[in-house]
């Protein structure tokens, strides 16, 4: 079975022709170090309320690391978020690298002091994903957090949701925003049926998942399900991508997805897991415009 880790490592290190070699450059550093897209999507799910449009910036998986994704650069994307005016900020997981090509760790507490100047008039709520715990020997050993990634986010005042919501108000018009525990960290702390009992009453929900598989059992009572995870598989050639962290293949890769009338974004995301290697799937802020639908 190829593997992504066996995919990424045959296109990075092929064999040394100059066309390979130029491709392996952009992969290698120019498409993961160098780009910055926007991805835009403008929804009108089923079970969102009327009222002006809500805008949604979503951050996924910076995986931070020197020198794809080093403090500069990171700092560099909150600006460019800034300046999309967001009326609401969600973080869906992975914000720091951990695989063998990384030349500099960057300090969880950098990357919080950097998150923490995200501005939105709804604030920055922010989700675990599965590196924020398999990449923490000490939660490891403990079986459970906080997380080195828990204690950084509370210093520096950013929310964590975990099988959790939060209400909030956007216009007069309330809704909650959830958090669902990560999908594969000991072998599962989602637990959806918490969830959904956090919502304290009928007003429109949103869901936030760091793995996109959960959308397969998201009930409707969520109008829109947030995730991240497969930064769209990190190479997509000729509109395949090979390789998807997802039992569901292609399905979830990347991008708005509409299923029995729910609705799903998944982010490409921001940094590299396995290989620093993306092609055909650069870095992007995540911009998400709600609508109420006709």
């Known amino acids: 079975m190829l593997t992504r880790r066996t995919f990424l490592t045959r296109l990075a290190l092929g064999p040394p022709s100059a066309a390979i070699f130029g491709g392996g450059a952009y992969a290698g550093w120019i498409e993961p170090a160098l780009s910055l897209h926007i991805a835009r999507w403008r929804l009108a799910p089923m079970g969102w309320a009327g009222g002006p449009p809500l805008r949604i910036v979503a951050l996924a998986d910076p995986h931070c690391a020197e020198p794809w994704m080093p403090l500069s650069r990171l700092a560099a994307v909150v600006a460019v978020a800034n300046r999309l005016r967001p009326d609401l900020v969600v973080l869906l997981g992975d914000y720091r690298a951990s695989h063998r090509f990384v030349a500099g760790d960057v300090p969880l507490a950098g990357i919080a002091a950097c998150l923490v100047r995200l501005r939105a008039p709804l604030g920055v709520h922010a989700i675990l994903g599965n590196h924020d715990w398999v990449d923490d020997p000490a939660a490891m050993r403990r079986g459970g957090g906080p997380t080195e990634t828990h204690r950084a986010f509370a210093a520096a005042g950013l929310p964590l949701l975990q099988n959790a919501a939060v209400r909030l108000t956007w216009r007069g018009q309330p809704f909650w925003?959830?958090?669902?525990?990560?999908?594969?960290?000991?072998?599962?702390?989602?637990?959806?049926?918490?969830?959904?009992?956090?919502?304290?009453?009928?007003?429109?929900?949103?869901?936030?998942?760091?793995?996109?598989?959960?959308?397969?059992?998201?009930?409707?009572?969520?109008?829109?399900?947030?995730?991240?995870?497969?930064?769209?598989?990190?190479?997509?050639?000729?509109?395949?991508?090979?390789?998807?962290?997802?039992?569901?293949?292609?399905?979830?890769?990347?991008?708005?997805?509409?299923?029995?009338?729910?609705?799903?974004?998944?982010?490409?995301?921001?940094?590299?897991?396995?290989?620093?290697?993306?092609?055909?799937?650069?870095?992007?802020?995540?911009?998400?415009?709600?609508?109420?639908?006709?």
């Open 177 to 294: 925003l959830a958090g669902l525990g990560d999908q594969i960290a000991f072998g599962g702390m989602d637990d959806l049926d918490a969830t959904m009992r956090a919502l304290g009453d009928g007003a429109p929900a949103l869901l936030l998942a760091h793995e996109p598989d959960i959308f397969a059992r998201v009930p409707d009572r969520f109008a829109l399900t947030l995730a991240g995870h497969t930064h769209g598989g990190q190479v997509a050639i000729l509109g395949h991508r090979p390789v998807v962290p997802s039992a569901y293949g292609e399905r979830y890769a990347w991008g708005h997805v509409r299923e029995g009338g729910r609705d799903l974004v998944v982010s490409g995301g921001l940094g590299c897991s396995i290989l620093p290697v993306r092609l055909g799937v650069p870095p992007e802020i995540t911009l998400i415009e709600l609508s109420s639908p006709l």
